[in-house]
Structures are given as C-alpha cells and as structure tokens.
C-alpha cells in the first residue's frame, strides 16, 4: 500500500474537472456539480452491552438528485471520515447515469468497528442512525443500502426502524435487505457478478477468452468473493487474494499458484471478509503479506476492497504480465495514477461502471418493493447482465470513436446526463 495521503474527495473532484473541461461545462455548473447538495453530521448515542454509553460520529451526503431519488450505501468503518463519504456519494451520482437508472448519488457512514460490537450493540446503533436522520431518508428521497462492513440484517433494522416511526410499512426505504422482508434474489451477489459481466465484455472484445487468464484479487468481502466466484465458473483461475484481518489489523494475501479454490475459501471466512489464515495455510495456501495481491504474475487485477490502492507508489510492483484492472471497488486507482497504466497499455474499467451491478440490482429490489411482486434470481441476474454489459458497450464504443480512455468515456456519458437533467430542471 502507498505511505502518500490521498483525499478522496479531491480525487473524485480531479476526475470531475477534467471531464468538465472535455464537455465544456460552464463554470455555474461545475460549482453546482462539485459539491454536494446536502451534507449532514450527526452523532448516535448507543447504550453498550455492559451499561456505559458510547457515542458515534455518523455522516449522510446526498451529492445530487436532479436524477431522480438520492441512492447510497451507509459503511461502517473505524477510520470512516466525511471526505470519503462525499467522494461516494459524487461517485454513486456519476455510477446511476452512466448505466442510465433514475436514481441520483447517496452515501453514508458510521465512524465503528462491527467485529468488536454485539450483536445487540449492531442493532442499536442501526436504529439510532435512522433515528437521526428520519427526515431525511424515503423510497422518494433517499434510499440507503449496504455497503462496507454493513449487512442485510442491518438494513432489516434500519427499515424496521423507519417503519415504527412512520407508522406505516415502506419496504422500498432501503435496499439490500433479507429475501423475504422485501430483499430481492441475487442483490448479494451483484456487485461481484456485474463486475465480472463488464470483464467478460472486455475480454470479449480483446478477443481473449475467460479460461486462458488468471486474477489477483484485493478484498474478499461481499464483492471480492463473488468476483472470484463468478470469474471462476467462467473457467478463469484466481491466483491471490488479499484481505483485513480484524483480529490482528493487518492485511494477508493467501495464494495458490494453481489456482484458488474459491468455495474452499469462502467456507473459512468471517462475514467480513477474513480469511482464517491457519486453516488457509493447512489446505495449501502460501500466506503472504497483504500488498502481495498487486505483484502477481497474472493477468487480471481486481481490486474490490478500498480507495486509493494503486498509486505511483506502488504502480512499479505491477508485473507487465497484467492487461486488465477491473475496478470492483470504489476510486481504488488514483487519479496521478491513470496516465501510468495508459502508458502501460492496460485497460481499465472504471470503477462506476464496473462495480454499477449493487445499485443496479438495488434499483431492481426498489422495483419489487413498490410493485410488491418479487423475481426469481434468473430474472434479476439476467437484467442484470443486460444491463451491464449494455453500459459497458456504450462505454466502450465512445472510447474507441473517440480515443478515449475508459475512465474519461464513462464520466463523459455520466457526466453528461446529469448535467443535461440540472439544466433541464433549471436548477443552474
């Protein structure tokens, strides 16, 4: 990992300002678009298993909605700070236009740590956050969801919450939830699988196919782990994957030269996303430093864990065997960063394309919810896949007419229909 600092934020408004100038945006729009257009810090008192009392810093940012409805994950994190809740939240703007669904950008974020927290600890603060933030939050206004170190049972919590004060049931306040309480099939994998659905589409268009290449993967969490599994049953083989060990804060990376056997691994996580390390090292596994996931001789890297991961700093360590960087995680590349891996020949699928599937899918779960009809998993994953792919070809072709990179197409598409719906509305 890199010892520079990057703000998130800075880096979400650098990807924006260049994109501005391509477009040709006037400056009253820029401002507009740059900042968010709410910001709420709050805090949540939580009374702790052994009677004391704890106080959490909280964060919710609706960046723009000119769209339609603010749509964003709440994190929960130890180190979570408002200037990367707001790069979220700009970014999740940017993912809902340029796979084109009717929904504006979201995010929030709680300042703990879940794996030190009851479960009764993990509940009250889920309460307590929608409790805060009541006004705020509804199928019509802003619809949070899971995101990192959040689950469906929290948002369970939280729906159930804002149902008790509303006095009324409204399943569509919150996505991600458990199939039958208004979850949809499939939500949980879609991140993972819309990721490798763009991948596909690359190598696709490469002229490579999935079972001649290998991956590295950073993360083994919600995404990284169906990423794995999704990549794997198209007869690709994941060599490495790197993960956060809450126990002794640090990062490991189990390899396998052979390849990964992903449902082996998956049966010896935390719901985390942790991997036990000796029981890895008892099936075969090489156990290796967390930041060895980004120096394998592979040709695939799929960072699905969190920001500012690649960096000049350590853009050397990547072997030249690499073709492809398939962002499943949110800004893991950072913007000094990308004119290295253009020089390099390396494609790269951004981010907000890439890892679109979770708020697609959550779209599709909001869907359900108002209709109170619910699809089986071939439905969703197949409108899903659809819809992946389609943006991604969208993406794709501008690229090439253009002699764009895929970062710039995508946020000259997102960017565009944003824009276009704030003008229309007259708000700039």
């Known amino acids: 990992m890199s010892n520079t600092t990057y703000n998130p934020f800075e880096n979400a408004q650098t990807q924006f300002d260049g994109v501005a100038e391509i477009l040709g945006l006037n400056q009253d729009m820029r401002d507009f678009l740059r ?10 008192p939580v009374r702790m298993d052994d009677g004391s009392a704890k106080i959490f810093q909280a964060f919710r940012v609706r960046h723009n909605t000119a ?22 939240s700009m970014w999740m703007t940017w993912k809902c236009a340029v796979v084109d669904l009717p929904l504006g950008g979201g995010k929030g974020g709680i300042v703990c740590d879940p794996p030190t927290l009851s479960q009764g600890e993990q509940e009250r603060l889920c309460r307590g956050y929608v409790r805060q933030l009541y006004s705020q939050l509804g199928p019509n206004l802003d619809i949070p969801a899971p995101d990192v170190m959040s689950n469906a049972q929290h948002m369970l919590w939280m729906m159930d919450e804002y149902e008790i004060i509303a006095g009324a049931k409204y399943p569509g306040v919150i996505t ?55 990549y794997s049953e198209l007869g690709g083989k994941v060599i490495a994957i790197s993960f956060y060990s809450p126990s ?10 052979s390849g990964c056997d992903i449902h082996q691994l998956s049966s010896i996580k935390d719901p985390f996303g942790s991997i036990d390390t000796e029981k890895a090292q ?3 596994y090489e156990i290796l430093d967390g930041d060895a996931w980004l120096s394998q001789d592979v040709d695939i890297l799929i960072p699905a864990a969190l920001e500012n991961q690649i960096t000049p700093e350590v853009f050397p360590n990547i072997s030249d065997s690499v073709k492809i960087i398939c962002e499943a995680a949110n800004g893991p590349t950072t913007p000094d960063c990308d004119l290295l891996i253009k020089e390099k020949g390396i494609r790269l699928i951004p981010d ?7 708020v697609t899918c959550s779209y599709y779960e ?39 990179y895929m970062r710039d197409a995508a946020y000259i598409i997102a960017i565009k229909r944003v824009a276009d719906a704030v003008e229309k509305r007259g708000w700039v």
């Not at 900042?35 to 709050?42: N, V």
């Not at 002794?248 to 030269?257: E, F, L």
């Not at 907000?352 to 979770?358: E, I, M, R, V």
């Open 35 to 44: 900042q968010p257009m709410l910001e709420t810090h709050f805090t949540i």
């Open 176 to 230: 991600g939830k458990p199939v039958g309480m208004g979850g949809s099939l499939g939500r949980t994998e879609a991140t993972g699988y819309g990721a490798v659905y763009t991948l596909q589409a690359l190598l696709g268009c490469m002229g490579i196919k999935a079972e001649d290449t290998t991956a590295s993967i950073q993360g083994f969490g919600n995404v990284g782990e169906y990423a794995a599994l999704s």
């Open 67 to 88: 769209r339609g409805p603010a749509k964003g994950g709440i994190r929960f994190h130890p180190h979570e700070s408002i200037d990367t809740v707001r790069a979220l």
């Open 366 to 404: 909001q869907v359900q919810c108002n209709m109170n009809y619910y699809w089986d998993k071939h439905e969703v994953l197949e409108k899903l896949e659809h819809g992946m792919t389609h943006a991604f070809h969208a993406v794709h072709d501008l690229a090439l007419e253009k002699d764009l």
């Open 248 to 257: 002794d804060k640090k990062t490991y990376t189990v390899r396998k030269a």
């Open 282 to 284: 008892s099936l075969g």
């Open 352 to 358: 907000f394309l890439c890892n679109a599937g979770g």
